[in-house]
């Protein structure tokens, strides 16, 4: 089993009334890639990142894309990076990930994204709803209810900060126990 610990990874984001599995790939470097298409017309490889919020599509893709036109401007963004920049967006866009259509998608202009992928998309698109990995099957499999195969597992409570996800745990150094929050972090 090449990746263990991700396997049981389950993020329960609410309730749902859907149950349908979207094919993924991981690539050499863990990222998970998911095929999209944009606005009925562009294909493109999107990494799930738990660090997302929007559609974001890098620079160096744009050119081979006919469906988004970036008609507005924001200064002042943070990042990851510090400091303030600026990002190109575009609204009322369109994208299908699997069987979900997405509406009024706003798309941002981004830097970088994982090796093999053209940008990035977050969680958040699958807002109250449980998303299951399958790796041996790299499936990613979104259901009302927990996998019925699913005998033994240890519930946390998330927190949504800012579009990033974190959970409390305890790390135990030596005899000494240090409760902290760890972002889920997939990219």
Not at 15 to 39: D, G, W
Not at 106 to 134: H, M, Q
Request: aromatic share 10%.
């Amino acid at each position: 089993m090449k990746n263990a610990i991700l396997m049981g990874l389950i993020i329960f984001l609410g309730h749902s009334l859907l149950a349908q599995s979207i094919p993924f790939r991981l690539t050499n470097h863990n990222n998970i890639v998911i095929k999209a298409i944009l606005n009925k017309q562009d294909t493109v490889n999107l990494m799930l990142h738990t660090g997302a919020t929007d559609i974001m599509l890098i620079e160096d893709v744009l050119p081979k894309l006919k469906s988004i036109n970036f008609s507005g401007k924001v200064d002042s963004v943070g990042s990851w990076g510090g400091g303030n920049n600026t990002s190109d967006f575009s609204v009322k866009n369109s994208i299908k990930i699997g069987d979900f259509d997405f509406q009024n998608i706003t798309v941002w202009k981004d830097k970088y994204s994982g090796p093999e992928t053209d940008g990035k998309f977050g969680i958040s698109l699958f807002e109250k709803k449980i998303l299951a990995f399958d790796f041996d099957k790299n499936l990613l499999n979104i259901t009302e209810k927990l996998p019925k195969k699913l005998k033994k597992y240890q519930k946390f409570e998330i927190k949504n900060e800012r579009g990033l996800v974190f959970l409390k745990a305890v790390c135990r150094v030596a005899n000494n126990d240090f409760e902290k929050e760890f972002m889920i972090h997939s990219g």
